[in-house]
């Protein structure tokens, strides 16, 4: 049972280059999220899904893409990555009635541009 | 829009005292939920307590449990016989249906336990 798989989990870039982190859930979760933690600043989120093909901006969400295009799986995109965007970022999801014990994080997502 | 505050500075908590960590928050949504959560320093979210905005009891879960006081918008964690595999951030979380259930986070507190 793997819960929610973040790839990769270390990645260095250079200013300018572009990556895309995977975030894959194995819960048949409808809600998907991403988020950022940077020390001091607890986790803020950056861009969510409600379900397959939607998306929505979070509270950071500059610099960053996202898709759906299936249930299990929700892409976090850097098109043009800054020094700024160095953090670690998380992933998770949750189930349509989400506002009960049901969030699971993935293990992280450690990126660091230089 | 959500807000949760944690302000307390880093704490050192001697082995098997208790020790309760703040967090209040503020919300205008009627109905919502209320998580704390712990980071050791290998770096995943490990989900300790749970409290709806609804329920008359406070919740527990072993030896966490959750001050839960609505009208002053204040959900304390409370650790009982704190051990020192409870060194680590914490972290409280609101969630809301309302807010599509998106977790909004405070920005933690650093606990560490001493022998």
């Known amino acids: 049972n793997a819960g929610v798989t973040q790839t990769p989990k270390f990645r260095v870039l250079k200013t300018g280059q572009s990556m895309t982190l995977l975030c894959a859930q194995d819960?048949?979760?409808?809600?998907m999220y991403w988020y950022r933690q940077d020390p001091g600043m607890g986790l803020r989120l950056i861009h969510y899904?409600?379900?397959?093909?939607?998306?929505a901006k979070g509270e950071v969400p500059d610099g960053y893409n996202v898709s759906r295009l299936k249930k299990q799986n929700f892409l976090l995109g850097l098109e043009s990555a800054a020094p700024s965007q160095t953090s670690v970022y998380f992933c998770?999801?949750?189930?349509?009635?989400?506002?009960?014990?049901?969030?699971?994080f993935g293990s992280g997502t450690r990126l660091t541009v230089v | 829009a959500q807000k949760i505050t944690q302000t307390q500075p880093g704490m050192f908590v001697q082995e098997k005292e208790a020790v309760t960590l703040d967090c209040t928050y503020d919300?205008?949504?009627?109905?919502?939920?209320l998580f704390w959560y712990k980071q050791p320093s290998s770096g995943e979210m490990i989900f300790l307590i749970y409290?709806?905005?609804?329920?008359?009891q406070n919740a527990t879960e072993g030896r966490y449990s959750l001050n839960f006081q609505k009208a002053r918008k204040s959900a304390n964690l409370v650790i009982s016989a704190s051990q020192l595999g409870d060194s680590a951030m914490y972290f409280c979380?609101?969630?809301?249906?309302?807010?599509?259930?998106?977790?909004?986070f405070g920005k933690g507190n650093q606990v560490v336990v001493i022998p």
């Open positions: 998770a999801s949750s189930g349509q009635t989400g506002n009960t014990y049901g969030y699971t």
């Open positions: 819960m048949n979760h409808e809600y």
């Open positions: 899904s409600v379900g397959e093909g939607t998306t």
């Open positions: 919300t205008s949504d009627p109905s919502y939920g």
């Open positions: 409290q709806g905005s609804y329920d008359q």
């Open positions: 979380a609101m969630s809301s249906l309302y807010g599509n259930n998106r977790l909004a």
